[in-house]
């Protein structure tokens, strides 16, 4: 993402004048700002970062772009990151943010729902004028040091300018252990206010150009040599909590690898923030449990753990070796459903188990194909936005019981269903 909290991937660089009398009025219209400007003194406005120990908040950003490759199409990407953010610390004005990162990437489904990707954890220091200290063991956030603010009071109008810096993890594209960094200077300009979703917001306009050389390291046969492009960036500013409220930006970057292949990613992303109150694991369970035994959902069991709280359905049916579900579980994920419905601010996440059949390749696709199901099942019910689902496969690598008999396969074969904590 472009800004410092929200954080975005663009995806991976895999292969792939004027009236009768215009004289008149540019004399008098002056003078009548000058007049107005008397009568009504104008203050500026102090943009601050602000830190309340023990604040959370979430982020959701949603990047869509085209992929070129040398100059023709390659293919379209869209992306769901999500950002949970808890103030940890503050002090002098500073605050020591403690963050988890996670982004999704649209799976090909008819439902277009995302498909778990990568976690990042990051924890680090941002000043009252958005300067950040971020130790070197961290991927996230990609884009630093942005939006920076001047020790100064702001007009409507006024424009500045600061260095910032981008850090990209290319581990899976070139197999990069160090994150690609390169600086970027951002111009910054205070346009006013808009009231949004019963908000004073002000308008920041940020963007930049870039165009920087990289030196490939010797052991790595294909890496960016060089990069240009653009981000045009609308940022609303929410005074009252000192914090980005919500932004959008188009962006346009090209990569040049060593091999002399071009890779482009032109699209649009959009973030905002949303308020996240803690969870009350151990009553949800209660909650829920009470509801699967008045509701009579069977082979079902709900427990808590780190991520937030998980119903387990054991055994469930689909068609052989497909992810086609039988009537009987659809009936099942119905009165499930109505339960999910009840807690609609949060987040929930899709897994996907099988037993130990097959082969390790054969069992991830077919959990991944199983979890993606139900999530279309349930989306289609309106348990959730589209952006509040994600799914993912685990196979067989987090069995409950022995594969060795057939009540444990039983068991392992399962869907989990996380109501997200943030």
């Known amino acids: 993402m472009r800004h410092p909290v929200f954080v975005k991937e ?8 004027v009236g009768e009398k215009p004289m008149n009025m540019r004399k008098i219209v002056p003078l009548l700002f000058l007049l107005l400007s008397v009568l009504h003194p104008s203050f500026g406005e102090v943009f601050r970062f602000l830190y309340t120990l023990g604040e ?9 772009e085209d992929v070129y490759i040398n100059g023709r199409f390659s293919h379209q990407a869209e992306i769901l990151n999500r950002i949970a953010v808890e103030v940890v610390e ?5 605050g020591k943010l403690r963050c988890t990162f996670h982004t999704s990437e649209e799976s090909r489904s008819s439902q277009r729902i995302f498909t778990w990707g990568r976690n990042y954890e990051s924890e680090f220091w941002r000043d009252s004028q958005g300067r950040m200290t971020i130790p070197e063991q961290y991927y996230m956030p990609i884009v630093r040091h942005v939006p920076f603010f001047p020790a100064k009071d702001l007009q409507v109008g006024d424009e500045w300018s600061s260095e910032g810096e981008e850090v990209h993890d290319l581990r899976d594209s070139f197999g990069l252990r160090e994150p690609l960094r390169f600086p970027i ?3 910054y300009v205070y346009k006013g206010d808009r009231q949004w979703e019963g908000k004073n917001l002000k308008v920041i306009e ?8 990289f030196t490939p390291p010797v052991a790595t046969r294909l890496y960016p040599v060089r990069l ?3 981000s045009k960036q609308t940022l609303l500013w929410d005074p009252e909590d000192g914090r980005p409220y919500a932004y959008e930006e188009e962006f346009d970057f090209l990569f040049e690898l060593s091999g002399g292949d071009r890779v482009e990613y032109r699209g649009k992303a959009e973030a905002k923030v949303v308020e996240s109150v803690k969870m009350d694991k151990e009553s949800l ?4 449990t009470k509801d699967l035994r008045d509701m009579a959902v069977p082979n079902t069991e709900v427990r808590r753990d780190p991520l937030g709280v998980t119903l387990t359905l054991e055994n469930i049916q689909f068609l052989p070796d497909s992810a086609v579900l039988v009537s009987e579980e659809k009936e099942k994920l119905k009165r499930i459903a109505e339960i999910l419905k009840k807690y609609p601010e949060r987040d929930i996440l899709i897994t996907g188990h099988t037993a130990l059949a097959g082969t390790a390749e054969g069992r991830k696709r077919l959990s991944e194909e199983r979890a993606q ?4 099942f349930l989306l289609s019910l309106g348990v959730r936005n589209r952006e509040q689902i994600i799914t993912r496969g685990m196979g067989a690598e987090v069995p409950l019981a022995d594969n060795a008999t057939e009540e444990g396969r039983r068991k392992n074969r399962r869907v989990e269903i996380t109501i997200l904590e943030n």
């Open 10 to 17: 663009k995806g991976r660089a895999v292969w792939y004048d």
């Open 228 to 230: 240009g492009g653009m």
């Open 90 to 94: 503050v002090k002098e004005g500073k």
């Open 373 to 376: 199901a139900v999530g279309e």
């Open 56 to 64: 959370t908040y979430r982020i959701l950003s949603i990047v869509k």
């Open 185 to 187: 200077y951002p111009r």
């Open 285 to 288: 369970v209660q909650e829920i």
């Open 206 to 213: 940020i963007s930049y150009t870039l165009f920087h050389r």
